[in-house]
């Protein structure tokens, strides 16, 4: 009897031992199984920020190349300026190698474009003399300019006797600007 105790308490012990090994070893092998799953997760976010700086290197690298391209389109749409004397200077050498006379340049209004609210244009109001064929020429070189200059609207005098042909000429300008409130 004495021996059938003995193997009882054993088997007690034996079996409390078990319930408590079970007690320790599950919820730690929940516990390595759940930092396994954060790991991997962990090492795929590391590796989509490896994969997302290549990409922003190999893109700067790319504008790196293109620096040229880059510097014409920033000529042809600069940030936050007109530059109207460049401009006017522009249409005065312009006119000058179509062989017409500017008679008259004035600034007009500044509005937004509403195909692209970043981008607003500045009107220049013309009045040029000289034949058809040199005012077509000046217009073509003003279209052909690097900056983004678009001839908006014409009207034109028939000439006199002696008079050269007169022609209004309305162009626009067209920049970049950062501010969300447009001010004149």
């Known amino acids: 009897m004495n021996e059938i105790k003995r193997y009882l308490v054993a088997g007690i012990n034996l079996f409390l031992c078990l319930i408590i090994a079970i007690g320790f070893v599950v919820p730690q092998a929940q ?19 490896k994969d997302y700086f290549e990409k ?22 600069p940030l936050d300026d007109y530059s109207l004397p460049s401009v006017m200077d522009f249409l005065q050498k312009a006119a000058s190698q179509s062989q017409v006379v500017i008679q ?35 217009v073509s070189l003003v279209e052909k300019n690097a900056r983004l200059i678009e001839a908006e609207s014409l009207s034109f005098s028939f000439p006199t006797k002696e008079q050269p042909f007169v022609f209004d000429l309305d162009v626009s300008v067209h920049a970049l600007f950062n501010s969300p409130a447009f001010s004149e």
């Open 104 to 138: 008259k340049i004035e600034p007009g209004q500044s509005q937004l474009v509403l195909e692209s609210p970043q981008v607003k244009k500045k009107t220049i109001n013309l009045t040029v003399s000289g034949s058809y064929p040199s005012f077509k020429n000046f």
């Open 31 to 49: 516990t390595l199984k759940a930092s396994k799953q954060d790991l991997v997760q962990k090492q795929a976010d590391l590796q989509d920020r």
């Open 56 to 77: 922003i290197k190999s893109l700067s690298q790319e504008l790196d190349k293109r620096s040229g391209a880059m510097e014409k389109i920033n000529s042809s749409l």
